[in-house]
């Protein structure tokens, strides 16, 4: 068994013409397995694990055939031996099948948000007058506060102090309305 610097170096002269070769070819061989693995993270790791089995193997190339077509073979099994290990790493659907469910959840969020809207008209509807005027003015009419609590003469405070009562008896009422018509779901 060979120890992990035997592998990683070559003698002085098979290293310079790996280099000169590899470089050569280099281009044309990224461009062979991103034809096969058409993403291009896939396809740069694809090909920095083979150049490293090219250089791991670079004593046993036979230097009367080709490079290129050498390469390409040692490429060609790396990629299949990524496909195989990506398809059973993850549950792969159909264009079709991601589509399909994108648009029910899609649809799923639009109707519980007009659901949602709604109830929360209905709900503004029960305050009594002078806190859905409070409502009217600083949420549709986007008044500061500040110049609500000057016109009204009260504290700034008073009048934050008031909104969080009515958010919280709109968000019951809400989540009532909801689950009493059995829409909250």
């Known amino acids: 068994m060979r120890n992990h610097q035997e592998d990683a170096s070559l003698p002085d002269d098979l290293h ?19 034809s096969l693995l058409p993403n291009r993270d896939d396809a740069e790791d694809v090909f920095q694990r083979t150049s490293l089995i090219l250089w791991r193997k670079f004593p046993e190339y036979d230097d009367s055939s080709s490079f290129f077509s050498w390469a390409c073979g040692v490429a060609f099994y790396e990629v299949k031996n990524f496909i195989r290990v990506a398809q059973r790493k ?3 659907f159909r264009d079709d ?15 519980k948000l007009n659901q949602r809207a709604t109830a929360l008209q209905d709900c503004i509807q029960k305050l009594r007058d002078k806190d859905r005027d409070l409502v009217d ?13 000057e016109a009204a003469g009260s504290a700034i405070q008073t009048l934050y102090n008031r909104l969080n009562q009515i958010r919280r008896q709109l968000t019951q009422c809400i989540e009532r309305t ?4 059995g829409e909250g779901k």
């Open 16 to 34: 310079v013409k790996f280099l000169n070769v590899f470089t050569q070819h280099r281009n044309q061989l990224y461009s062979y397995i991103y």
């Open 90 to 92: 993850r549950l792969q």
């Open 97 to 111: 099948v991601i589509q399909q469910l994108a648009d029910e959840k899609a649809g799923i969020s639009q109707k």
């Open 137 to 149: 003015q600083v949420y549709r009419n986007q008044t500061a506060i500040k110049d609500v609590a």
């Open 178 to 181: 909801l689950s009493y018509t």
